[in-house]
């Protein structure tokens, strides 16, 4: 240290200085800050947790539910190719009209579906 700075030290060190805040109410604060940033952050990542749980519930459900809807697809076209080997018209089956319809609209859904919800990053 040279001597100036010697000089100005030892000067200071004579006199009083007045804080405006005593060095130990400035470390409980910052502390009371720190904890109620771990006390933030805790309740986000337990929500942000749970909500990742159930977005990949979601996903899976959504999965099997097309798996489902894809095998009652193929079921129709193969209930109408039957059909239409036997010389029935397949459009006066109401049940399978029917059928078609529901699992067109589930397929639509779960298309929508998919994007209602991001994925969490």
């Known amino acids: 240290m040279d001597s100036k700075t010697k000089e100005i030290l030892q000067k200071f060190s004579t006199q009083r200085v007045d804080l405006a805040r005593k060095p130990a109410s400035i470390k409980n604060d910052a502390k009371k800050l720190d ?3 771990t006390k933030q952050k805790d309740k986000v990542d337990k929500v942000f947790t749970s909500y990742l749980k159930a977005w990949n519930e979601w996903q899976s459900f959504l999965n099997e539910t097309e798996n489902k809807a894809k095998r009652l697809d193929k079921d129709v ?8 080997e036997l010389g029935v018209d397949f459009t006066k089956v109401p049940d399978l009209s ?3 319809d529901i699992v067109l609209k589930a ?7 998919r994007k ?6």
């Open 77 to 84: 076209y193969d209930v109408v190719d039957a059909l239409k």
């Open 107 to 113: 397929e639509d859904d779960i298309k929508n579906l």
């Open 35 to 37: 904890g109620d940033i």
């Open 116 to 121: 209602l919800y991001s994925k969490p990053q």
């Open 98 to 100: 029917t059928a078609a």
